[in-house]
């Protein structure tokens, strides 16, 4: 797989995941592959797709088939804000690599055409489009743009963020811009594309911040929260129209050239801090959220709306619980 330089597909790891340790999981496999195969495209994101595994006697084979359906992406048009680098960018090849037509955004163009070059070699329609998302007709015009370039939306993902850390003027009006009213008009300019296609699936990038008291990065806190409560409000508002809305919250993501590997270098002893906090031992991975956004975006996901998926490595359960974790049991 090229996200993750591993050669193995997106979809037969997570194929391979479900049915390692299964009786029938080799068997099961096989008939994914060939179900895979035959198969040009799937029942829409967010639409209903009953599994018909409820009771003993058929479950293997409908299980190995609705597994090999539901992580196709071919054919789907996929929109991700926020694209030419880190998780944005995992995100968009990772759908690309699964079949789906990709239109990414970002400010700077040349990091945007290098990405727009190796989505293309994916196969699929990609459309880029240089824009800065604190303006505020950018993102119904990228989305727009989008929609007629891909010719249709199912899947969203509002990535992109101001990163408002000081709480000043500045940083408080790059929260707002970006991480929240550009998913806002974004995500308003998709609706009525994918009500009227009879579903889809929308995807707000968080934080763990949005869940916790940070007073180093006041505004960047109160934003990613701000999307945790629209995500919820969303899904319920947008399930009688088929369109399923979930949030990702990473905890702290490390990728050359990213926030993290900058700290490193401009504060050890942040980077350092943050190291052990983080229960796993290590920082996460662009591709670790990807792989979340592939199965929230898929009908793996089917009945999972307005929530918000931690992907952390244990990050902000040890920083909630605390010193009190290592007392002895009372
Ligand atoms: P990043 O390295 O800063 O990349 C962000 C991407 O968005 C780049 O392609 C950037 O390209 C683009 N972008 C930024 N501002 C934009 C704007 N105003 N208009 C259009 N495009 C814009 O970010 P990341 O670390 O991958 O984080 C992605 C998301 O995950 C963000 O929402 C972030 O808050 C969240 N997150 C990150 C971490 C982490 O540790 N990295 C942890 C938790 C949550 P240009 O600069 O060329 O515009």
């Known amino acids: 797989m090229a996200a993750s330089g591993t050669g193995v597909s997106w979809k037969a790891r997570l194929r391979c995941a479900l049915l390692r340790g299964t009786p029938q999981g080799l068997q ?3 008939r994914c592959a060939s179900v895979d195969a035959a198969k040009s495209g799937h029942s829409r994101p967010g639409a209903d797709n009953p599994i018909h595994s409820h009771s003993p006697g058929n479950s293997s084979v409908s299980f190995a088939r609705v ?59 990609v459309f880029a489009m240089p824009c800065d998302l604190a303006e505020a007709s950018a993102p119904a015009s990228f989305v727009a743009g989008a929609v007629k370039a891909l010719d249709g939306i199912d899947i969203l993902v509002n990535n992109a963020s101001g990163i408002g850390m000081r709480d000043d003027e500045s940083g408080w009006r790059a929260g707002i811009d970006v991480d929240l009213m550009a998913t806002v008009r974004a995500t308003q300019t998709a609706i009525p594309f994918m009500e009227k296609a009879g579903g889809g699936v929308i995807i707000n990038i968080s934080s763990i911040s949005g869940f916790r008291a940070v007073p180093r990065t006041l505004p960047y806190a109160a934003v990613k929260a701000a999307l945790i409560n629209y ?47 983080i229960p796993w031992g290590r920082f996460g991975t662009p591709e670790e959220i990807a792989r979340v956004a592939l199965f929230l ?34």
């Not at 996901?301 to 307005?306: E, H, K, R």
């Open 297 to 330: 975006a898929s009908e793996m996901g089917s009945w999972v709306t307005g929530q918000t998926i931690v992907v952390d490595g244990g990050q902000l359960l040890a920083s909630r619980t605390g010193p009190s974790a290592t007392l002895p049991a009372s």
């Open 231 to 277: 995500t919820m409000g969303q899904g319920l508002a947008l399930a009688p129209k088929r369109i399923r809305v979930n949030a990702i919250a990473p905890g702290s993501i490390e990728f050359p050239g990213g926030v993290w590997d900058n700290r490193k270098a401009s504060d050890p002893q942040l980077y350092q801090r943050t190291l052990d906090g």
């Open 67 to 125: 597994c090999a359906m539901q992580i196709s992406f071919r054919g789907k048009k996929v929109v991700v804000t926020g694209a030419s680098r880190g998780i944005g960018w995992s995100i968009a090849l990772a759908f690309a690599t699964e079949g789906a037509d990709v239109a990414i955004c970002a400010r700077g163009a040349q990091g945007l055409e290098a990405a727009e070059v190796e989505l293309r070699r994916h196969g699929g329609a």
């Open 28 to 30: 099961g496999a096989g």
